[in-house]
């Protein structure tokens, strides 16, 4: 299970060119196969440092939409049924909103760091939770989770995330748009040295 965290403050200050990047680059990380890869996200946790998240997700979707009718692309009638039952039966269990205006994907955004869950959908749905510091993003990491994207933060905050997140379970720690992204270091493991067979000439 893979999830992002942006600061609703530096998105909030992106220009054009830089809201275009990061919708471009998140598109990448969710659309590809569906949203079915390991590695892509399937919640947005906004770090609301001033109280500008209701405007940034709004700002957001309507960015993530544009790309979307840019690049064409559509989702299989079976996958937008499975996303609209998925979507209304969260919205029924729990504290959360369906935004159904965007084409080419659904918006749910929830109210409780509890209703958050892990259960998958895939085929464009994403869900928005906002969150006052990044411990609570620590809190939710466990040993089943495999990849952060990031937007927003500088190098000390990442270190930190990584430090406290990994020892519960993060394997990946990129910025957004780099979701799948292959590298030998995958999982926490490292491929070259685990496939091959190492000789000692002493």
């Known amino acids: 299970f893979s999830y992002s965290i942006i600061s609703s403050k530096w998105f909030f200050s992106l220009d054009k060119e830089g809201l275009e990047n990061i919708s471009s680059g998140f598109f990448n990380d969710m659309f590809w196969f569906d949203q079915m890869a390991c590695s892509s996200p399937h ?5 609301d440092d001033d109280n500008v998240s209701a405007k940034t997700i709004e700002i957001f979707n309507t960015e993530l939409e544009r790309e979307v ?10 996958l937008a049924v499975k996303r609209l039952n998925f979507a209304f039966d969260k919205a029924t269990s729990a504290a959360s909103k369906v935004d159904l205006r965007q084409e080419g994907f659904v918006s749910l955004e929830i109210k409780d760091l509890k209703d958050v869950d892990r259960e ?11 969150i006052k510091n990044l411990n609570d993003v620590v809190d939710f ?11 927003g933060f500088n190098n000390t905050e990442i270190r930190q995330l990584a430090l406290y997140a990994g020892s519960k379970g993060i394997a990946r720690i990129v910025p957004i ?9 995958w999982d926490g493991y490292d491929l070259v040295n685990d496939f091959l067979r190492k000789i000692l000439v002493k």
């Open 43 to 47: 919640v947005i946790f906004w770090l």
């Open 69 to 78: 009718k840019k690049r064409d692309f559509q989702v299989s009638l079976p």
């Open 120 to 130: 998958i959908c895939g085929g464009g749905l994403i869900s928005h939770m906002l």
């Open 141 to 151: 990491a466990k040993n089943s989770d495999q990849t952060i994207t990031y937007g």
């Open 177 to 185: 748009g780099e979701a799948l992204a292959f590298n030998v270091i």
